[in-house]
């Protein structure tokens, strides 16, 4: 079986949860990143009505901006009960533009508190671009 050209999987950590995701390009990286980090959480949406949100991040590097984006996924969730399914990212630079399209959660299995730097280098890999991530849980 042929390995997607996107895609994520949960890697065995000794306290923490980690992730490695791979993607073609950096837009395609950090929504691979989300879906992982919702899917690690076990993260579900509620059926209905559908509501979009735009973002505009931007940091000193290409990782600290994932972790900004990230962090700002686990703010929405916790503070206003949302979480996306929907991505249309832009990266331009250190600068991200997001259009996400989302609803509020049914249910969430475990919480997830931050995103570390534990690890967290975006490089070239055999699948594209790679990252490594730990999520404090």
Known sequence: MATPAAGFIEKSH???W?????APDLPALFEQAARGMYALAGLRLQDGPRNKRWLELGA???ESLLVRFLEELLYL???DGFAFDKFQIQVT???????????????????????TY???KIQDGPRGLEVM???DV
Do not use: C, N, R
Not at 18 to 22: D, I, K, S
Not at 98 to 111: I, M, T, V, W
């Open 93 to 115: 630079g250190v600068k991200l533009k997001a259009e996400l399209e989302g609803a509020p959660l049914a249910s969430l299995d475990k919480e997830i508190k931050a995103v």
């Open 60 to 62: 000193l590097d290409h």
């Open 133 to 135: 991530i730990v999520f």
């Open 77 to 79: 969730q916790s503070v």
């Open 18 to 22: 980690e992730l490695a995701v791979w």
């Open 14 to 16: 000794t306290a923490d």
């Open 118 to 120: 534990h690890k967290l």
